[in-house]
């Protein structure tokens, strides 16, 4: 079984593989460079002559001699498509089995398409510009065979070599990639530590908010408050049967209909229906306002003008009667009334103020730090994601390489 090499750096891997395979290379990259010299000198033959047909057909068209007028400015639009399609073509700087692979594949394209050309323009151009036909046509074929004799080695014996160089080229992105991933930890890292102090920040201001609004006067106004709302459910409980007498009562106050209600007291009656807290603690003691309100009703549902069923005419005078003739409301309004008193004693003292403007400062510092933290985590997330991504593709590279290298050379190599 084939023993594996351990290594302990891409680095090492490179260097080791250039010096397994140096003998194998060298030659190849040797004859790449001296076809693909000797393709762009055949090239560049071709470029000169065309240049020749496009100057020559150029003179015969300014001379106007109408018996080779045409077949000039046919040589001419036809050297032009030569010359323009040489242009395009980009011979490799650097040899590699791709790039050189790429160059025949460009040559390869401008010869079909120059070969129908030359085909179907040069018999019309006949008999004219003969010993400039022969000529290019020579040159051309010359450069053909130069093509044939690249893409032979490239296709035949290029190939061989195309593993272990695409080995070679991975280490060389395996190293930069390396790189980078060291420049990313240490983003990360200089971003976490801007993001540490900034969450410090953060929990110190809360923690600021929380002791302001869980002690001393916020939190006897919330406790206040929970009372409040304890007591307004508990007179809306204690109205619940004189909801609906009251609803119609507004309705028929509101269309016209005889209720003998007052605006002020049809505010009163809103007021009640919606907030009876609030309604109960503006009436003087006994609140002599709804018992005015109340009698009124009292004498509508007698009346029937409400239109009331049997039971909820009966429920609602049964209310009528504990409120105004037994003042069942009068303790849950001293209760009202306390609390309110409280509550206002609250709002009105000066360390309130001071705290809510603290709470004030406080919640506007930590809004700004939270934006502040906002922005560092997703340019840290975005950190992280690339991060990712390049150790992915350096597991991936790593992989690729060892079977590159087992497949090329059958060796059995470990990458850190």
């Known amino acids: 079984m084939t ?42 033959s071709v470029t000169e002559v065309s240049k020749m047909l496009l100057d020559n057909s150029t003179r015969e068209i300014d001379r106007r001699n ?5 077949r000039a400015r046919a040589l001419n639009k036809l050297s032009h498509l030569f010359l323009d399609r040489l242009k395009k073509l980009n011979a490799p700087e650097e040899i590699s089995y791709d790039s050189l692979s790429r160059y025949t594949q460009e040559i390869q394209k401008i010869i079909l398409v120059n070969d ?26 010359r450069a053909k065979l130069s093509y044939e004799t690249l893409n032979d080695f490239v296709t035949k014996e290029y190939v061989k070599t195309k593993t272990i160089e695409e080995s070679l080229q991975l ?28 969450e410090k920040e953060i929990a110190e201001l809360e923690q600021k908010i929380s002791e302001l609004t869980t002690k001393g006067p916020i939190d006897k106004l919330n406790t206040v408050n929970i009372e409040i709302e304890t007591l307004n459910n508990e007179l809306k409980n204690s ?14 106050a509101t269309t016209g209909g005889g209720a003998g209600v007052t605006p002020d007291e049809l505010k009163r009656v809103i007021q009640y229906l919606e907030k009876p807290f609030d309604a109960l603690t503006s009436e003087k003691p006994c609140y002599p306002e709804l018992k005015e309100i109340l009698q009124k009703l009292e004498r509508l549902i ?24 037994h003042d069942s409301l009068s303790q849950i309004q001293i209760r009202c009334l306390e609390i309110a008193n409280t509550k206002q004693l609250l709002l ?69």
């Open 3 to 44: 023993e594996t090499i351990q290594f302990s750096s891409a680095n090492e891997v490179k260097h080791w593989l250039e010096d397994q395979t140096k003998s194998t290379l060298s030659p190849v990259h040797a004859q790449a460079k001296k076809l693909r010299d000797e393709m762009n000198l055949a090239i560049q």
């Open 66 to 70: 109408m018996k080779v007028y045409n």
């Open 116 to 141: 129908i050309d030359i085909k179907n323009w040069f018999p019309r151009i006949s008999p004219f510009f003969i010993m400039d036909r022969r000529k290019f046509l020579a040159i051309y074929e």
């Open 171 to 198: 280490l060389n992105e395996l190293q930069n990639i390396q790189k980078q991933i060291v420049i990313i930890g240490e983003e990360k890292e200089h971003i976490k530590n801007a993001r540490m102090p900034l």
């Open 239 to 252: 109205l619940r049967h004189l909801q609906k007498p009251f609803i119609k009562m507004q309705a028929l």
């Open 302 to 325: 007698e009346e029937d003008k409400l239109k009331l069923k049997q039971d909820k005419a009966r429920k609602a005078q049964q209310s009528i009667n504990e409120i105004v003739g």
């Open 348 to 416: 009105s003292s000066d360390q309130l103020d001071e705290i809510k403007n603290n709470l004030q400062l406080f919640q506007e510092q930590l809004d700004v730090l939270k934006t502040r933290k906002i922005s560092i985590e997703t340019q840290e997330a975005v950190k992280q994601s690339a991060f990712t991504e390049a150790e992915d593709k350096i597991k991936n590279m790593k992989r690729i390489i060892e079977r590159n290298i087992l497949s090329s050379i059958n060796m059995k190599v470990q990458i850190p």
